[in-house]
């Protein structure tokens, strides 16, 4: 902004208190030249009365001591406008060497105030809009290699002012390993001068060890061959920002995940159910439609089939209805002490028939003397087992064995594993025992099941705070385990 200085010229007689203008400093004050008389109460009534005592004072102080006077202050000219000035006066004096006056300039400076104010307004909102914004600021001269950085900047990042060096490599080294090659690539475009402005978000190593999410706003000032000369950017804090847009991802993709699995459920669970229904149907349309052609023997065993495909549907739906309960939560488990060797006697006895017929042999491994106690529901810990154990004698070889066995862990834990003699699981076909419908080719064979006792065994040794899980060896065998809270003490 240029001042346009307007001067004007005058004069002081301190004997008649009379001032003297020159033309131009009329018109400067607003008057017509010769249009006022002027003295020195005038031109202080013109002064700004915020001005008005300093100027008194020092104009009196020049004219005491017949020294310079200069002031820089407002006046008002005659039509209400408020101007800047600068008054300089220099003392006279007779051949004699007494005062006779001061000889004085008046400049106008009004539009060099008016600019300097300008800025400072202009300085002063764009800090209150930093400082609103809570933004950080940053300006690289890449000529002269400058670099500057706002305190905040420091702040965000968990330093003081000044405790990082001014200089862009400080900061790029804060800067997360993984954002580098993107960071190098948005300096590479701006060279090439792709882009004018950028939004870049990365994220920078905060003092306390953590990675803060910045959004780096960047332009670039180019000079007349379009080289970029200086880049300038304001850095936010988007931590917060980004933390929920992940807490969004993760909850969808979760939200996701479950109605996958369920669609999956379903899918299957009508492919099971058909699988026996249509087995009860065909057959009972074959003993429908008989004319007398079906023996008796093939009556027996159409009959048979459509009791155990009824049997099947029956133990489908009560797994499945079992699985629903416990994942809606709703399958109320009594969580108590209960001595462990008793539970296991139960089990045992329970599946000692179908073993028996299969002349697998049981084996009990544990202790005679004590029992540790489990913390557990009851009747839900014996349907675990049961199926474990059951498991156990279905998959064995004709004649194999079944160790049962008990060990306390370090952790104040008990593992209760139950190992047979059995084809052992493919390593491939592990990572599904435990999922719902899951049979690894069990479904084909005239073995009978669900596919759904271990899903809901782990769902249920899970709600009582245990883990379940398994070792396999093909060819040789697989043992079951379930680790249970102890109740930390040994009865006898
Ligand atoms: P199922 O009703 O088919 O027995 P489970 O959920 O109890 O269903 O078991 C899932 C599948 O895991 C079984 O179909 C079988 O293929 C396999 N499996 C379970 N226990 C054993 C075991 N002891 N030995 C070999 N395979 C087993």
Sequence with gaps: ??????????????????????????????????????????????????????VLSEWQEATENRSAYSGEFRIITKNGETRWIIGQATPEFDPAGNWIGHVGSTTDVTERKRAEQALTESEERFSLAMKGANDGLWDWNLETGNFYHSPRWAEMLGYRSG?????????????????????????????????????????????????????????SVRNSEGVPIRMVGTNSDISARKKAEQELIAARELAEAASDAKSQFLSSMSHELRTPLNAILGFGQLLDQDEGSVTPQDHKMFTEEILKSGHHLLDLVNDVLDLEKIESGN???????????????????MVGGDARQNGIKIINHWPEDGSPVVRVDELRFKQTLLNLLSNAVKYNRPNGEIVLDWHQSRGGSVRISVSDTGEGIPKGLRSKVFEPFERLGAESSATPGTGIGLTIARELIESMGGTIGFESVVGKGSTFWVELPSADQKLH
Excluded at 331 to 349: Q, S
């Design 1 to 54: 902004c240029q001042t346009v200085a307007k001067v004007g010229s005058w004069e002081y007689d301190p004997a008649s208190e009379k001032v003297w203008w020159s033309d131009e400093n009329y018109r400067l004050l607003g008057y017509e030249p010769g249009e006022v008389d002027p003295d020195f109460d005038l031109v202080l009534a013109m002064t700004h009365p915020d001005d008005r005592t300093e």
């Design 163 to 219: 405790e990082l060096p001014d200089s862009d490599e400080a900061w790029e080294a804060l800067l997360h390993p993984d954002d580098r090659p993107r960071m190098t690539k948005f300096q590479t475009d701006f060279v090439k001068g792709e882009k004018e402005s950028y939004d870049l978000e990365v994220r920078f190593h905060h003092k306390d060890g953590h990675y803060v999410d910045v959004l780096s706003r960047v332009i």
């Design 331 to 349: 399958l109320p488990l009594e969580i108590e002490d209960r001595e462990l060797t008793p539970l296991l006697d139960t089990c045992v006895k």
